[in-house]
C-alpha cells in the first residue's frame, strides 16, 4: 500500500509544529515565502517518510495531509 503525503503551501503559515515533531525528521522550513509571506514546510528527505501523520496531527492549519494512492489500490 502506497501513501502520498500532500503539503499545502499556500495554507501553511510556517510554525514549525510539524518540523518538531516529526520522528523522522523529513520536514523543513522553506527558504521561499508563500503567497501570504511565511516560509511553509516542505519535505526535504520524503524517502524518510514512515507516514506515520504526526505531522497532519500536528499541523493547526491543516495544510498536511496523508492519503492512500489511488494508483496501488488498482492492483
Avoid at 523529513?26 to 524518510?48: H, I, Q
Amino acid at each position: 500500500m502506497a501513501y502520498e503525503h500532500i503539503v499545502d503551501k499556500d495554507r501553511c503559515k510556517g510554525c514549525g509544529l510539524c518540523v518538531a515533531i516529526c520522528p523522522k525528521n523529513v520536514l523543513e522550513l522553506s527558504r521561499e515565502v508563500n503567497t501570504k509571506g511565511y516560509f511553509p514546510v516542505f519535505r526535504a528527505r520524503p524517502e524518510d517518510c514512515i507516514y506515520c501523520s504526526m505531522c497532519c496531527i500536528m499541523c493547526p492549519d491543516v495544510a498536511i495531509t496523508i492519503t492512500e494512492d489511488a494508483d496501488s489500490s488498482a492492483a
